[in-house]
């Protein structure tokens, strides 16, 4: 791998501001919705199963059609990384919600990601400059003001808080180690790879804890559930992925990881639009904290 440096990014700072990080935002961002319309028809890893195994079945025959090329010498790390990426974040996260984590407590401690990054970035040979220190500061402000309103404590036990921190630490694991070891493959067999990898892993799980059954019995196929499971599979487990992994090979993983600090002001908005929850002055200037400090992040140095 190429050793890059933050000051020199591989792309434009402001290239950020197009089009397709801000898609990856709004796309990454209605994980949380789909939570409140998925959980409560189905346990949470019977559910990322049933994901899992939808994006399979979408991409496999277009790998056989399209003949697309296998990535050789790489197919345990890039399986590596998926685990890390979608088995160890998404089941840390889901199972949280699902021990009653309130969802805003959730994105604060999933938002640490980018100043762990940032902290692990000398290990895939990146630089972090202290103009972009002080924009992670201001993320991570930011987004601690956006959930401040409806943060609470009520009910939350050391396993749901011990399965967040799990999942943060995952989440970044894998950003990192994908960047370090298999930053170039073709997405539509890497995305197959990632998540048959994430399956093998959360089946036993799923039959442990959920009694998992061939016929699925405790899935309730209720619209709304059905209308979130095709969500996932298509716009997050195919479309957000897919542009995640077009950043990271594309950009320095800080940079990436940074974007991630939108994610709570946006599932705000899109609470207050979808359910009517309000939120605060606090948390509007939360959002442009945290909307400056990607900003500082990712601008290019003058």
Do not use: N
């Amino acid at each position: 791998m190429t050793h890059s440096s933050i000051a020199a990014p591989q792309s434009a700072g402001h290239s950020f501001l197009s089009p397709v990080p801000l898609f990856f935002v709004f796309l990454w961002s209605t994980g949380f919705i789909v939570a409140k319309f998925g959980l409560p028809y189905a346990p949470p890893l019977t559910f990322l199963l049933l994901r899992f195994a939808g994006v399979l079945v979408i991409l496999v025959p277009l790998i056989v059609l399209l003949r697309a090329p296998w990535p050789s010498g790489k197919v345990l790390h890039i399986a590596v990384a998926g685990v890390l990426l979608h088995a160890g974040y998404l089941a840390g996260v889901w199972c949280a919600i699902k021990l009653g984590t309130p969802a805003g407590l959730t994105a604060l401690i999933v938002g640490m990601q980018p100043i762990l990054t940032a902290m692990a970035a000398p290990l895939v040979g990146e630089r972090v400059r202290p103009r972009q220190w002080l924009g992670l500061m201001f993320g991570i402000a930011g987004v601690a003001l956006v959930v401040a309103a409806k943060m609470t404590l009520v009910g939350l036990s050391w396993p749901a808080l011990a399965l967040c921190v799990g999942a943060l630490c995952s989440i970044t694991a894998g950003t990192l180690y994908q960047k370090r070891y298999c930053p170039q493959f073709d997405l539509r067999v890497g995305t197959v790879i990632q998540f048959a990898a994430s399956g093998v892993v959360v089946l036993p799980f799923a039959i442990a804890f959920e009694g998992l059954t061939p016929e699925l019995a405790a899935v309730d196929w209720t619209p709304s559930f059905i209308g979130a499971l095709l969500w996932s599979i298509l716009a997050l487990s195919i479309g957000a992925i897919f542009l995640l992994f077009a950043l990271i090979r594309r950009s320095d993983a800080t940079q990436v990881t940074s974007l991630l600090y939108l994610t709570p002001p946006t599932t705000a908005v899109m609470a207050w639009l979808m359910f009517g929850e309000a939120f605060s002055a606090l948390g509007i200037a939360g959002m442009a904290l945290a909307v400056l400090g990607v900003y500082f992040v990712v601008g290019r140095k003058k």
